[in-house]
Structure formats: C-alpha cells, structure tokens
C-alpha cells in the first residue's frame, strides 16, 4: 500500500503555485507499507518504527518480507565509504514477499549504479517506486535503464514518489502515462493484480505521435520526452548534417544531441520511408520541415524543375504509407509555418504548401497529435470529421 507520494506534505499552506492549486499530488509524504515493513526515502522500518538495518549487498527478513539491500548503493561494497550507516539515505531496496510479489522502492531519484542494474537484471519486478526528479527526467531514466536491464516484469506497476512542490499534477500524469507510469493516491494499493484498470498499459499508449509547432516552440524537447523512458530510440535527423561551413547550425545540432540520452542510436543518412518500414525500436524523426526541405531542394522545386511536383507527391506517398504501416513507436516532430504572411517568393510557398499537405496526411493517420506553444501542449482532437460539401462527391 503507497501511504503517499508526495516529498513533502501538498498542498503547502498558503501556497499559490501551480502544485498547491492544481490538487496537489498528495498530502503524505512518500512511504510504502508491504506487510509489516514500512519504506520511507530513508530506508525500511518495522511496524513498531524500529529502523531495520539493510546493508547493501545483504538481506533481512522481517516476517514474510525480505529485504534485500542492492549492491551499489550507499553503504555498498566491502568497504564502508560516505553515504553508509544508520540514516544515509537509501538509494534502492528491493522487498519481496508471497502476498506482494517483488517491489522496487527508489525513492533517491538519481541514476542507479551500474552495479545496481546488474544486480536487478531479469528480477521480474512488479511494482517498481521510483523518484519522480525535477519534471520527471529522473523517473524517466530510472525507468529507460531498468527497461535495459530487463529488470521489469510484463504489467509491471510504474508509481511515482517523492513528487516535489511545484510540480503540477494534470501535465504530470500525462508525461507519467506517455511513460507507462503513473501517480497514485494516498492508501492505493499497487501491483499488477491489484487494480488492472489503473495501471499504465503500455499497449494502451499511441503507436504514431505527430508533435508541431513553430520554431523554437519546445516541440522538439517535448517529442524527446515522449520517448524518455524507453530502453532503446533510434533517432532520425533529416537536417543537413553539421559542417564547419556553418558553426552556428553545428552548435544547434550539437546541443540537441546534448540534450539526448546517450543510448539513443542515430541513424545516419536513412530515410523515413525505409526506417518506419523496418521492425525496430521506437523512432524518433526531427524534423519533417528539414526533409521536405531538403527534398524539395534534391528535386529542383526551388527552380521550378520539370517533374518536381509529381516526385515530391511520391516521396510523400511512400512515407506516409510506411508510417501508416509501421510497427514501430514512432514520434515525428514537424513545423507549423502558415501562420506568418503568405511568403514573397514561389520558392517560399512552395515548402509552405508542400509540409502543410504533409503535416496534415500524417495526422490524419495519428493516434496522438500534439501543439506545442511556448513548451506547453495542446492536443489536438481528432474530431467527427466534417461532411462533405456539395457536389463534392
Ligand atoms: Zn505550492
């Protein structure tokens, strides 16, 4: 049973940030009851309050439940170091009884050790605990690298903890969905067998994202989000590679692979068409203004070439097919540019019309379209559709 979640009691009295007045996530602070052992972000305690001291690399047993302290953590190794003893807080624990199945508790909300991940690979956990972090970035690697691990059953129950002030609940639990975590009330009872409709379904979550916006909206980073806490992404750039011609532009790519965890592949001179036609993991394509650019410049369209048109419509019809087609998650984050005046040059409305016909053939076959303005999100509805005007048919 998760007693509560939150880092701190919310709301906060008085308080008038976007947590308190949101209905803040929770009014207890993160603990986790499984039978008679309590687990608090300082480690695990009997019923009575008595601290049980759990050495990393070593178990307990407490009635049912075992304690196992991970190898890695504070207190880890043969040796003592800092960060050890009585009051140090714990990085991870992993408790199993009959009743409850295997339970990750992570309630330090930095990376786990290496020796840590190895230790949990293939333990088939079924509710893992894990610190949300500042905007969730840490509950999101936490989570990616358990994934690598093999650490997590199918189905296994993802609960964020230690859910910090300031940090709003509506945005925050579609971020935790978009994840296959979630937030749950104080005294809900966790696990997979416990209440199916309440835990995030990976199956449930969209196989085509299209993520837009204007330049420099933040639709990029929100479309990394999306993909954070999966074990593997290749991700597809479509812009000209980087050149010493042009530091300004090497600088921007370079900061936007900063940004990327470092796991994530990139696929290198693919194009879209072939990689959502081949079975992998989930993609992430940035962006479609830099392909339909750089196609329709390959094509001649700037000069008005003879045939462009007809090629770009078949380039276009090959990528939307394949990302109809896919099998894979795949995230596309494309440009919103018809928002402006209409552009002075041919060559301008040209890529106007032709990334805004794109734009608009793949959301219609998205399960999730999403606006970015200023980092905030809209999503877009997919609505009834509307009838057909006269004498269209
Ligand atoms: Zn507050």
Redesign the pocket.
Known sequence: MLLGSAAEP???PG???R??LGG?TGTRTSALRVGDVVLTPDGARRGDDAPLHVVAGDAVQHGRVRIIGLPGGPGGGPASGPGSGPGAPQAALVVASPESGTILWAPAGEPLPDLTLDALSGAGVDIAALALGPDGGALARTLAALRRAGALSDGCDVVAVQIG??TASGPLSARLEAWGARLAPDDARLGPAREPGEIADARRRPRRTLVLGAASSGKSAVAEALLAAEPDVDYLPTGAAPSAADPEWAARVDAHRRRRPPWWRTLEGAGPAETLATPGSPVLLDSLGTWVSELLGRLGAWDDAPGWREAFEKEADAVVRAWTRTGRRVVAVGEETGWGVVPGTPAGRRFRDALGTVNQRLAAESEQVLLVVAGRIVPLADGPGLPAPEGAR
């Open positions: 919310l709301p906060r308080c008038r940030c947590a308190c803040a002030h300031g």
